[in-house]
């Protein structure tokens, strides 16, 4: 099921195993992109425009949110299948589309609601997955995202999973959810006393020991890096 956190949970953990998890995986994104096509030509009037609605409010954040079966408002941001979707939409003559958002605007205010200003004055001149790893993770540089693209990735995926109380496992499965490898970035080698550390957080859930159990080496280097990024997390931030 596509809402199963238990499904998300083993794909992110073992699918690099069983090449036929990734085929359903990409046929169910063709399947879904198929029907965005069809969406915009069964819409498309004989001008060439085509309608779409929102609705005011519409998630429980205060956002809107897209209605009748066409979303506006997360068009595929990348090419997928070698077609980009958002190229597919051209301005009336003497018009320009822009792509108007928020700019990281739950972070921003989980760290206004925390009273962290110094997190909101560093957001004036820099991203916040840049600001978060100066202020935790003991980056130095200028700019994150071109001088260290591993830590910006870690970074990124702390920000926008960590800040909302995700676990070692749910953590894996969101850096994944949002195009990041965590095989790429939690290279950090694991010992055996940091593996014991994680069999003592989860003494008590014996799912989690049975998966960690059934995990190969490369898999448990994941997880475990995972689990010290959480700990880190929720000893330096003052959200928790």
């Known amino acids: ?56 409010f519409g998630a429980h954040t205060g956002r809107q949110t897209a209605e009748e079966g066409f979303n506006v408002l997360n068009m595929y941001r990348n090419l997928v299948f070698g077609m980009d979707f958002r190229k597919l939409f051209i301005a009336r003559p003497g018009k320009q ?11 921003r205010m989980l ?3 925390a009273g962290d200003r110094e997190f909101l004055r560093l957001c004036a001149t820099m991203s916040p997955y840049q600001a978060h790893a100066l ?23 702390r920000v926008i999973s960590l800040g909302y109380g995700a676990g070692w496992k749910k953590f894996i ?4 959810n949002y195009g990041i490898v965590p095989e790429e970035i939690f290279t950090d080698p694991v010992t055996d006393s940091d593996e014991q550390q994680l069999r003592h957080y989860i003494r008590n859930k014996p799912e989690d020991l ?31």
């Open 111 to 113: 760290a206004f609601m």
């Open 210 to 240: 049975k998966l960690l159990d059934k995990m190969k080496p490369e898999q448990k280097q994941v997880a475990v890096n995972a689990w010290k990024q959480v700990q880190d997390y929720r000893a330096k931030s003052q959200y928790v």
């Open 97 to 107: 589309f822009i792509l108007a958002d928020l700019a990281q605007i739950e972070p």
């Open 1 to 56: 099921a596509k809402d199963s956190e238990d499904c998300a949970e083993w794909e992110a953990l073992f699918s690099n195993d069983y090449p036929f998890v990734f085929a359903i995986r990409e046929w169910r994104i063709a399947y879904a992109f198929k029907g965005k096509l069809d969406a915009v030509r069964e819409r498309l009037r004989p001008d060439g425009t085509i309608p779409y609605s929102c609705k005011y």
């Open 135 to 157: 202020q935790t993770m003991g980056y130095k540089g200028a700019n994150l995202k071109k001088e260290d693209p591993k830590t910006y990735a870690a970074a990124k995926g």
């Open 173 to 176: 499965v969101m850096l994944r």
